[in-house]
């Protein structure tokens, strides 16, 4: 209380502001609010030791533009006057809005100070995390401990975070025509009171265990309370459901189990960690449930479920069978080859026929000459008619021999040519079989 005759000569102050500017508003219109000068009172007003004032004025210019330099000042004001959450609040506007901010001269500084402030204060005050599990009817209003809470910043299974005085804290929500509920904890500095925001509980049914409550806060364990939203209970859920107890298979093998309802694939709904339980939501009514997995005996069952039944069918397990024999994979496979044709090495082999004729026809040709040469050379080769005929068919063999070495050579040569050009495809059909023995390839070559 020893701000109480600053607070006093404040009120004082600004009912006299108030009155001045009361009259200058009859004379003369309003002058739109000037930021630097709200500003220039706010220093003002810290150097004086007046922190209400200063942080009056911070707030003013903050309406007209929000800085991350402005909001450290407000947060600092907030501490001066003892308001812990409210700075510390005001410290954590600090750090996203100068993340955001592009670089300037005193960013550094504002930023680090911001950040020095949240890590001192988060020990000295305590936090509310308040969730919404659904959506909050609109004619709702929210407080804690007589502060409003905003609808607009409880998201749908999102914790918002609220910072509070060590003390007694209050949650409580109002709707027009019913009894307000609310919900009180004890907190200590450090601590986190974790609050859930649902409707009044529908009837029990069976459900998965309850994941863990997350904490924003590395702090002491979190108080988790319900506030109920006033109001009528939350309908029955009158969804059928089928609980499997635990579906397995007896080896190890990964292929997965497929579920059926009456020939369609069902999505299955896992529990979590803490159970093997899984369940699937159909319609009411007779169905037809089919367990299947590769290389597993596939299990059928008709079952009747009825609205808002939790039907459990125990235990399924799966049990494997024996693969079936594999057989050998045969691949069959095409082969082109090229053979060899007759008409190259006939006309060949015509051709060095020749050649040899020709070689036999000189032979002789050659013998011929040389008795007729021998014969002159002792008698003189007198020009009698059998000398005469047998030069005739000397030359008539030299012709021969002519003829037939010239024909044989370009028979020869043709044949060669041909045996290699004239080579006709073959097509050969072969099986390939793969085994765990190896591979062995059959067909006709």
Same mark, same amino acid.
């Given at each position: 209380m020893?701000? *109480?005759?600053?607070?006093?000569? !404040?009120?004082?102050?600004l009912?006299l502001?108030?009155?001045?500017? $009361?009259?200058?508003a009859?004379?003369r219109?309003?002058?739109?609010?000037?930021?630097?000068?709200?500003?220039?009172q706010?220093?003002?007003a810290?150097t004086?030791?007046?922190?209400?004032l200063?942080?009056y004025?911070?707030?003013?210019?903050g309406?007209?533009q929000? *800085?991350?330099?402005?909001?450290r000042f407000i947060a600092?004001?907030?501490?001066?006057?003892?308001? !812990?959450?409210?700075?510390?609040t005001?410290?954590?506007q600090?750090?996203?809005?100068?993340n955001? #901010?592009?670089?300037?001269?005193?960013?550094?500084i %504002?930023?680090?100070?911001?950040? $020095?402030m949240?890590?001192?204060l988060?020990?000295?005050?305590?936090s509310?995390?308040?969730?919404?599990?659904?959506a909050?009817? *609109?004619?709702i209003?929210?407080?804690?401990?007589?502060?409003?809470? =905003?609808?607009e910043?409880? %998201?749908?299974?999102?914790?918002?975070?609220?910072w509070?005085?060590?003390g007694?804290q *209050?949650?409580?929500?109002?709707?027009?025509?019913?009894?307000p509920?609310?919900v009180?904890?004890e907190?200590a500095?450090?601590?986190?009171w974790v609050v859930?925001?649902?409707?009044?509980?529908?009837?029990?049914r069976?459900a998965?265990?309850?994941?863990?409550?997350?904490?924003q806060t $590395?702090?002491?364990p =979190?108080?988790? $309370?319900?506030?109920a939203?006033? @109001?009528?209970?939350?309908?029955?859920?009158?969804?059928p459901r %089928?609980?499997?107890?635990?579906?397995?298979?007896?080896?190890?093998? /990964?292929?997965?189990i497929t579920?059926?309802?009456?020939?369609?694939?069902?999505?299955?709904?896992?529990c979590?960690?803490?159970?093997?339980?899984?369940s699937?939501?159909?319609?009411?009514?007779?169905?037809q449930?089919?367990?299947s997995?590769a290389?597993?005996? +596939?299990?059928e069952?008709?079952?009747t479920?009825?609205?808002?039944?939790?039907?459990?069918i125990?235990?399924v397990t799966?049990?494997a069978?024996?693969?079936?024999p594999?057989?050998?994979? &045969?691949q069959?496979?095409t082969?082109? +080859?090229?053979?060899?044709?007759a008409?190259g090495?006939v006309?060949?082999? &015509?051709?060095v026929? /020749?050649?040899?004729a /020709?070689?036999?026809?000189w032979?002789?040709?050659?013998?011929?000459?040389?008795?007729?040469?021998?014969r002159?050379?002792? /008698?003189?080769?007198?020009?009698?008619?059998q000398?005469?005929?047998e030069?005739?068919?000397?030359?008539s063999?030299?012709?021969s021999?002519?003829g037939?070495?010239?024909? @044989?050579a370009?028979?020869?040569? +043709?044949?060669?040519?041909? +045996?290699?050009? &004239?080579?006709? #495809?073959?097509?050969?059909t072969?099986?390939v %079989?793969?085994t765990h023995?190896?591979?062995?390839?059959?067909?006709?070559?």
């Amino acid at each position: 209380m020893k701000h *109480t005759p600053r607070l006093r000569a !404040l009120a004082l102050g600004l009912t006299l502001v108030s009155s001045s500017l $009361d009259a200058a508003a009859q004379s003369r219109p309003a002058a739109p609010p000037d930021r630097r000068a709200l500003l220039a009172q706010a220093q003002r007003a810290r150097t004086q030791g007046n922190h209400s004032l200063a942080l009056y004025f911070a707030e003013q210019a903050g309406r007209l533009q929000m *800085t991350s330099s402005v909001r450290r000042f407000i947060a600092e004001e907030q501490l001066a006057l003892g308001q !812990l959450a409210e700075a510390v609040t005001s410290a954590e506007q600090c750090v996203r809005e100068a993340n955001a #901010e592009p670089p300037s001269e005193n960013h550094g500084i %504002v930023l680090t100070g911001c950040q $020095d402030m949240v890590r001192t204060l988060v020990a000295r005050v305590a936090s509310a995390s308040v969730t919404a599990v659904a959506a909050l009817p *609109t004619g709702i209003e929210l407080s804690l401990s007589g502060r409003p809470l =905003a609808r607009e910043s409880l %998201v749908p299974n999102e914790a918002a975070r609220v910072w509070v005085m060590p003390g007694r804290q *209050t949650l409580r929500a109002q709707v027009a025509g019913f009894a307000p509920s609310e919900v009180s904890r004890e907190l200590a500095a450090g601590q986190v009171w974790v609050v859930r925001i649902d409707a009044p509980p529908a009837p029990a049914r069976r459900a998965c265990a309850a994941q863990a409550t997350r904490s924003q806060t $590395d702090a002491p364990p =979190a108080q988790v $309370d319900t506030l109920a939203i006033p @109001g009528a209970p939350a309908a029955v859920d009158r969804q059928p459901r %089928v609980w499997i107890e635990q579906l397995n298979t007896n080896d190890q093998a /990964s292929s997965p189990i497929t579920v059926t309802v009456d020939g369609r694939e069902v999505p299955l709904r896992p529990c979590g960690a803490a159970s093997d339980a899984v369940s699937i939501e159909l319609s009411a009514g007779q169905h037809q449930i089919a367990f299947s997995r590769a290389l597993a005996t +596939t299990i059928e069952r008709t079952i009747t479920v009825r609205e808002a039944e939790d039907l459990s069918i125990g235990r399924v397990t799966l049990e494997a069978v024996a693969p079936p024999p594999r057989m050998p994979a &045969v691949q069959r496979r095409t082969v082109v +080859t090229r053979g060899w044709s007759a008409i190259g090495p006939v006309i060949a082999g &015509v051709g060095v026929a /020749s050649l040899g004729a /020709s070689a036999a026809v000189w032979i002789a040709s050659n013998g011929a000459y040389d008795s007729l040469r021998a014969r002159c050379a002792a /008698s003189g080769c007198p020009g009698d008619p059998q000398a005469s005929d047998e030069a005739a068919h000397i030359r008539s063999l030299d012709a021969s021999t002519t003829g037939l070495l010239i024909g @044989g050579a370009i028979a020869a040569a +043709t044949g060669a040519v041909l +045996t290699f050009a &004239v080579r006709p #495809e073959q097509r050969t059909t072969v099986s390939v %079989v793969a085994t765990h023995q190896g591979v062995s390839v059959h067909g006709t070559f």
